[in-house]
């Protein structure tokens, strides 16, 4: 992994999720009816931390569910060459509730088309609203987040890395040289 620059560190990283766990709520004027859904790998911690802060923020603790949307993506015959697949784990119901959809990184949008679709699999939502840490840009599909934690608009050769203390040993976020295909 060639770095560029560490864009965010530990205290920012912190901050990003505050703030995005204040615009949750007050888009959705509190918490009633919200659930969280974190999409393996990283958006499952990032969700768990924005669950952890507004249970700090309104006293509540918001139903938590992880999606894993690999068999619903449509690169996973063509690019995959041995997909790593691993079971979502919703133990609640998703009918008529407001899905916050939870992410790290925002690219292509094709991994977000494939959660919406897995998630229909799953029930009717009221509504599904998507909350990305990193929005990079270069959009394949009309998908755009409601909340963003930031924007880093990349070059083609550049590739945005979220690590995460559970997942990764520390918090932080890099600018990296993409690896040549």
Same mark, same amino acid.
């Given at each position: 992994?060639?770095?560029?620059?560490? $864009?965010?560190?530990?205290?920012?990283? #912190?901050?990003?999720?505050?703030?995005?766990?204040?615009?949750?709520?007050?888009? #959705?004027?509190?918490?009633? #009816?919200?659930?969280? $859904?974190?999409?393996?790998?990283?958006?499952?911690?990032?969700?768990?931390?924005?669950?952890?802060?507004?249970?700090?923020?309104?006293?509540?603790?918001?139903?938590?569910?992880?999606?894993?949307?690999?068999?619903?993506?449509?690169?996973?015959?063509?690019?995959?060459?041995?997909?790593?697949?691993?079971?979502?784990?919703?133990?609640?119901?998703? #009918?008529?509730?407001?899905?916050?959809? $939870?992410?790290?990184?925002?690219?292509?949008?094709?991994?977000?088309?494939?959660?919406?679709?897995?998630?229909?699999?799953?029930?009717?939502?009221?509504?599904?609203?998507?909350? $990305?840490?990193?929005?990079?840009?270069?959009?394949?599909?009309?998908?755009?987040?409601?909340?963003?934690?930031?924007?880093?608009?990349?070059?083609?050769?550049?590739?945005?890395?979220?690590?995460?203390?559970?997942?990764?040993?520390?918090?932080?976020?890099?600018?990296?040289?993409?690896?040549?295909?």
């Amino acid at each position: 992994m060639n770095i560029k620059s560490k $864009i965010i560190d530990k205290e920012g990283f #912190n901050r990003i999720i505050t703030r995005m766990s204040h615009e949750i709520l007050e888009h #959705n004027k509190g918490s009633e #009816n919200l659930v969280l $859904i974190g999409m393996r790998t990283r958006g499952e911690f990032l969700a768990k931390r924005i669950r952890e802060k507004i249970k700090e923020i309104d006293g509540v603790e918001l139903p938590f569910g992880v999606l894993d949307v690999t068999l619903y993506r449509d690169d996973f015959r063509t690019r995959m060459k041995q997909p790593q697949v691993s079971v979502s784990d919703m133990t609640f119901d998703i #009918n008529e509730k407001d899905i916050i959809l $939870i992410d790290d990184v925002l690219y292509t949008g094709r991994t977000a088309r494939s959660a919406l679709n897995a998630l229909m699999d799953l029930g009717r939502p009221r509504s599904i609203q998507l909350s $990305i840490l990193i929005d990079r840009g270069h959009r394949e599909l009309p998908i755009r987040a409601d909340y963003v934690g930031k924007n880093i608009p990349t070059s083609l050769d550049e590739e945005i890395k979220v690590k995460m203390e559970e997942f990764d040993g520390e918090d932080a976020i890099y600018l990296i040289e993409a690896e040549k295909k």
